[in-house]
């Protein structure tokens, strides 16, 4: 079993739709969570951390739920922009450096 | 803003040769990280670095080794390249253990 899973896609969605991500981890040694964004043949990179009290961005929300072990991201009014891989990411408290990529999740959003 | 560069954005490398892919943050950071990434499976870690001179094995450390002698710059060198590290390298660096990775643009790596 894959420490970090989520559902690769792909998410076909029309622009302004609300989808939603989810991701859960197995590592009960996990500390900090992210979500990160990579365009095609780019580098991934930050989209927003998570926290235990739930966090928002704008269009973007993320949850955590330790309990279940579980991420959670919310796109509202989806963008034909948000068109990317979703990755779900953890750091592990195992002597601090470990850090778990999930393999991400693919959306499309279409005009 | 973090930057985190990398020597090329392309390499062509033809099999057996050393090839040396360069890595510079410009933010302090303690750690520093060697990725490959392929269609499908992924980011794997290759080896990373939590402080100068250290480093430790990621994943898949095999036919790689790393140098850094600066905070800044940590190397990744391919001894003898083969077809199959063809892929795309990312390094990344972080200020420490629980915070969030930044990511360079990536070399795309083919060997011949």
């Known amino acids: ?111 | 803003d973090v930057k985190v560069t990398q020597s090329s954005r392309y390499l062509v490398k033809r099999t057996g040769e050393k090839v040396f892919l360069e890595c510079v943050q410009d933010m302090d950071h303690e750690n520093m990280f060697w990725y490959r990434q392929d269609p499908g499976l992924g980011l794997r870690l290759i080896y990373f670095s939590y402080d100068v001179k250290m480093k430790e094995k990621g994943d898949i450390p095999e036919g790689y080794s790393v140098s850094r002698e600066k905070k800044e710059r940590f190397s990744l060198i391919l001894e003898s390249a083969s077809t199959n590290q063809t892929s795309m390298y990312l390094c990344a660096s972080r200020p420490g253990p629980q915070e969030t990775q930044y990511f360079g643009p990536g070399t795309r790596l083919l060997v011949l």
């Open chain 1, 1 to 111: 079993r894959k420490e970090v899973e989520q559902d690769p896609g792909p998410f076909n969605v029309p622009e302004g739709a609300t989808v939603a991500f989810n991701c859960t981890y197995s590592n009960s040694a996990s500390q900090s969570f992210f979500w990160y964004r990579q365009d095609c043949r780019k580098e991934p990179k930050l989209l927003m951390s998570v926290y235990s009290s739930g966090n928002e961005d704008g269009r973007f929300t993320a949850q955590l739920n330790r309990a279940s072990q579980y991420i959670s991201l919310l796109i509202r009014d989806s963008k034909l922009s948000d068109s990317a891989t979703y990755l779900c990411v953890v750091n592990l408290n195992t002597g601090g450096f470990k850090t778990i990529f999930g393999a991400g999740t693919r959306l499309f959003v279409k005009a």
